[in-house]
């Protein structure tokens, strides 16, 4: 399986915008970038996904390189509650195995 | 209801006794999964279950037992468990396989916090 790389953790100012890097050199065609993120002491929460296009949702925005070898998240105001740990993860199309990486710890400050 | 329940929340057993896990949504997820948390460590994959079948197993040691009596419901049983077993339980669904070329976004519970003594 195709595995990601990020960053151990990040910090950023409350009300600014947090933009997480997600490098994924061996992704194949039918691999989904998917990301995830976990708030202390809750389950994952599905945060947005894409294949080739930016996707856009109410939580985030997901910008995908034309290569495709690395994806950016990005959170465009970031509060008090956006800490938590950012997972990216691939997953292949009609897929079933979501596979958790070491993810970012994201610490949004005051 | 977009939600996957799970309970119970927190769980205290002893290394002889029998328990169940329990996770249920009506989403109409045709997968469910099982993942193992241990403290400031990612999720880990134990169980997948496709259209109510077994299609995964990550090579889980045989005291922990899954079963998925519907499309709605997914159990894990446990049985003489170990100190080192202690970790948050999550529990995911999906709309799995067999609904075209696209790619869906998993919801999971909050979890069931084990704990063996």
């Known amino acids: 399986d195709a595995k990601t790389t990020q960053p151990n953790s990040m910090e950023s100012n409350e009300e600014e915008p947090v933009h997480l890097p997600c490098n994924h050199s061996t992704i194949s065609g039918t691999d989904y970038i998917h990301w995830y993120r976990q708030l202390p002491s809750q389950g994952p929460e599905y945060v947005i996904h894409g294949l080739t296009s930016n996707v856009n949702n109410r939580m985030a925005s997901l910008a995908i390189a034309e290569d495709r070898k690395s994806s950016t998240l990005i959170l465009h105001r970031a509060t008090l509650r956006d800490a938590a740990v950012y997972y990216c993860i691939l997953n292949k199309a009609a897929g079933n195995k979501l596979t958790f990486g070491g993810g970012t710890r994201v610490l949004v400050k005051p | 209801d977009t939600e996957v329940t799970q309970t119970p929340k927190h769980l205290v057993m002893g290394m002889t006794n029998k328990k169940s896990l329990k996770c249920e949504q009506h989403?109409?997820?045709?997968?469910m999964y099982w993942y193992k948390q241990k403290a400031k460590k990612p999720p880990e994959l134990m169980f997948v279950?496709?259209?109510?079948?077994?299609?995964i197993n990550e090579s889980v040691p045989s005291r922990f037992s899954p079963e998925c009596p519907n499309s709605s419901l997914l159990n894990l049983h446990l049985h003489a468990l170990q100190p080192e077993d202690s970790a948050l339980y999550l529990c995911?669904?999906?709309?799995?396989?067999?609904?075209?070329?696209?790619?869906?976004?998993?919801?999971f519970g909050s979890g069931t916090r084990l704990t063996v003594v």
């Open positions: 989403m109409g997820h045709r997968a």
């Open positions: 995911a669904s999906s709309q799995g396989r067999g609904r075209g070329p696209s790619n869906y976004g998993y919801t």
């Open positions: 279950y496709s259209y109510e079948k077994l299609s």
